[in-house]
Structure formats: C-alpha cells, structure tokens
C-alpha cells in the first residue's frame, strides 16, 4: 500500500513539476524581480565585450529597457548566434535579445515580438547624393562587395548605366567609401553604422532599403502574457523615441521609414 | 573527387573574360612604353645626372623596389584621397604600373650602363659628339642591348603583376575571373583558363619582346 502511495505521490509531484515549468513565464519573472536575457557575445553594435569587459549594444540596451519597464533586474547572458535559442528552450534564458531575425524554421520553435531594431541591406551614401530607389542610381557609381548579396541585387536591378565597382572585401569596399573613392555603396546597415563610427566626418546615410530583416525579441511559445507584456513595451518604445534614440545610437541612422 | 568539371558554365561571361584581357593588355603596353621612358630617364640621371637628382632618383628606386606592388597600388587608391588626390581605379593602376616599372627598369638600365667601357665615352667625346648623341648612340644603345633580356623578364613579370590592380576594381583579366567565380562559384573551371589565358599572353610577349629586340635593339 505504501509502495503505490509513494508511486502516487512521485506522479503527483512529477505533475506538479510539470505544472510548474508550465506556469506563466511573466509570472515567475515578476516574482524572482529577474529577467535573464540571451545577447550576442561578439556582434557589434548589437552586442559585445565593451572597454570594461561588461556587454554592450542596441540588445544589451534594449534588454535594460525591458527589464527597467518590467521593474525587474535584468541578468545578461552573453550567448553566441548558434547556441541563442537553445538558450531560451532550456530555459537558461526568459528572452533572447540577440539580431534574431525572423523565418519559418525559426517560427516554427519560438515566438518573435514586434520588431525593435532594423536590420537591412541597403544603399547608402553621402548625405548631398540625391537617391531614394534603385532606379535613381542611373549614371551614378556604386561600391560593392564582390558576390555579398547586395552586389547581386545591385548587378541585377541598377539601371544598365550605373557604375558597379566590385571590391574584394567588406574592408575594401570601407575603404573606398571612406577615402571618397565612391559615393555610395550597397551593403548592411551594420557595415554603414560601422564607417560612420570610426569615421563621423563622412557618415554612410541610409538611402534605400533592399532586403529588410529587422530583429525582433525571442521568447518561447505558448507565454502570451509574456508576448503581450513585450509588444506593450515595445510599441512604447517605438512611440516614445527609445527605439529611435537606440538605432541613433548603434547604428547611426534614424530608423528607415515604415519601421 | 566528385567535382564535375564544367567549362560551359564559363561561355555565358565570354565577353567579361574578353573585355578583361583587352584591359590586361592595353595596362601591359601603355604602362611599358611609359615605364621603360621612365627608366632611360632615372638610369641616365642616376650615372650622368648632378649629384641631387641621381640621390633622387635613388631613393625612388629604392622605395619601390622594396615595398609589395599592391601596397604601392593601394596608396595610389585609398591613401592619395586623403591628400586630395582622387583618381579613377584605371588612372591609379596605369600610375602604379608604370611608377613601378619605372623603378626596376632605372636599375637595370643603369646596370648596361655601368657595364660599357668608360673608353667607349671618351672615344664619343673625342669625335666631337654632344652629350646627347653620347648618351644616344654610345651609352644607352649599347646598355639596351646588354640588358635587353633583363628587361623582357621584367615586362614579363610586370605584365603578371598587373592581376593585382583588380583589387582596386580596376577591370582587368583577374577582375573578370573573380566576378565569374563570385557568381557560378566554378573556380576550377575559371582559374584553369585564366591562367591558361595569362600563359598564352606571356608566350605572346616574349615572343613579341624577341622580335623588337632582333630588330631594333641588337648591335652589329
């Protein structure tokens, strides 16, 4: 008799468990007043070891913000982009805040939030040059790196007459922009947030956009507490001017119109 | 092994490859012509010149023949910007190419220059020949034939080199051929016929080389 209660407490308890790794996600949150959030460990200016050893970037002051709006702390977990959602589904980590970008397979296994940061290819160029869609590009010279996407959407659809200058590498290409080999170049908005950071004399503008993945917050399915919670943060922040100020910052353009 | 070779994947970019080594050619020419002017002038100015051009064209020797050729190549292009001096990615390969010819055919041309017997000047002299015929007829005639294969290897070699203004996305032979990979990703199939291409030019040339120098640079 002892032996079955003892099995029927064990099941009792495993459903207990079962229970409880089920409970509301933003629940436990507010209760341990901690928040853990998965960032990039080393992709700039997203997330990276800053000066001080200590992570920093649009995710990592995006997940400050979140846990600040929550009135929670919030405990940084530097994870690389392979191992990010693993992080989330062994529950090591409540959000992954890290450029995750949106497709089916990834669907498929986790939630997204709205989108909080622009993540694109793009033209873009001086802030006197006058172009807003492909088509303008006409007549003009471009710089690009030799078979990245964005040299292929360019070869593809710029006007016959545009000058396509191929580089080697996304250094070359830099270069070349940089030292006013070219006026506009097709690439990421990272790499143009990169040559307006260590070069601010010549800002690389975002002109248009090509192929848009913006990055959105990562939690797991099934947390539509947690979801509403961070849409509601993050369509305040988008209101308010925090996601402007953050993509000013990092990225060293406004958000692209239509964000 | 399961590569299957494919040179068919190549006929679609034919007029790349075929504009490609027009550039390879023309730079080769041009900057040969150009390069080697530059040497007669910095060997003449180096054995005959006063002290402070020779100390010139010295230190212009010997910066470029001690520095790689695409750095030469990427001050032109990225470095000379920032002094003002912006040029077309042609204009700066037709520049790097002859700045460099330029330096390792003031050596070698000097080199047939000290060789000739200081016997053969002063014979020159005593005719009442000026300075120029001098230089003309006695000096540099017979330095060029001295040196004259030196020379061939070194526009050879110069010819080769000219692969490396594609990094500057200058159009040439070598641009051609990283375009074609980067998008039907057959490197065998494009690099195989790029370097028979390049073979075939050097073979052209040397070949070339021989007849000018049968022709015009040999001595009695």
Request: aromatic share 14%; hydrophobic share 45%.
């Given at each position: 008799m002892s032996f079955f209660r003892a099995v029927a407490a064990g099941l009792l308890s495993v459903g207990l468990l079962a229970g409880a790794a089920h409970a509301d996600a933003l629940d436990s949150i507010m209760k341990a007043k901690v928040i853990k959030v998965a960032v990039p460990?080393?992709?700039?200016?997203?997330?990276s070891a800053g000066a001080d050893l200590k992570p920093q970037g649009l995710d990592v002051d995006m997940a400050n913000y979140i846990a600040e709006q929550l009135g929670v702390k919030a405990e940084i977990i530097a994870v690389t982009s392979a191992n990010r959602i693993p992080y989330l589904q062994t529950h090591k980590a409540d959000l992954v805040i890290s450029s995750l970008g949106k497709n089916a397979e990834r669907e498929a296994v986790i939630d997204f939030s709205a989108p909080y940061a622009p993540f694109f290819s793009g033209v873009f160029g001086t802030k006197d040059i006058a172009v807003a869609?492909?088509?303008?590009?006409?007549?003009k010279t471009i710089g690009a790196t030799r078979g990245a996407i964005e040299e292929q959407e360019i070869t593809k659809d710029?006007?016959?007459?545009t000058t396509i200058k191929r580089f080697e590498d996304n250094n070359a290409t830099i270069a070349a922009f940089v030292s006013g080999q070219v006026d506009l170049i097709a690439t990421g908005n990272v790499v143009a947030a990169a040559i307006t950071e260590k070069n601010p004399s010549r800002p690389a503008v975002?002109?248009?956009?090509m192929k848009d993945s913006p990055c959105y917050v990562g939690f797991n399915k099934n947390e539509p507490a947690l979801k509403a919670k961070v849409d509601e943060i993050i369509a305040k922040a988008k209101a308010d001017g925090t996601l402007n100020k953050f993509s000013e910052k990092w990225l060293k353009n406004p958000l692209p119109a239509g964000f | 092994m399961t590569y299957h070779l494919e040179f068919s994947a190549l006929l679609p970019y034919w007029q790349d490859l075929a504009w490609g080594l027009w550039f390879t050619i023309v730079l080769t020419a041009v900057s040969t012509v150009v390069g080697i002017a530059v040497g007669t002038l910095g060997a003449s100015a180096r054995s005959f010149g006063p002290p402070w051009l020779s100390g010139l064209v010295r230190v212009y020797v010997e910066l470029i023949r001690n520095t790689p050729f695409i750095v030469q190549l990427f001050f032109i292009f990225f470095g000379l910007p920032a002094l003002g001096l912006k040029l077309s990615e042609t204009t700066a390969a037709f520049i790097a190419m002859v700045v460099n010819l330029g330096a390792y055919s003031t050596e070698i041309i000097r080199a047939g220059i000290d060789a000739i017997p200081k016997g053969h000047i002063e014979a020159g002299v005593s005719l009442a020949m000026t300075r120029l015929e001098v230089l003309r007829y006695i000096v540099l005639r017979q330095a060029f034939a001295k040196i004259y294969p030196a020379l061939s290897s070194q526009i050879v070699i110069v010819m080769l080199g000219s692969a490396v203004v594609s990094q500057i996305s200058a159009p040439d032979l070598t641009y051609a051929a990283n375009f074609i990979q980067s998008r039907n990703f057959r490197a065998f199939e494009v690099y195989f016929v790029v370097a028979l291409i390049y073979l075939m030019l050097s073979i052209l040339l040397r070949y070339l080389l021989r007849l000018i120098g049968d022709r015009f640079v040999k001595v009695g």
């Open positions: 460990q080393d992709f700039a200016p997203f997330g869609k492909i088509a303008d590009l006409a007549g710029a006007p016959k007459d975002t002109k248009f956009i | -």
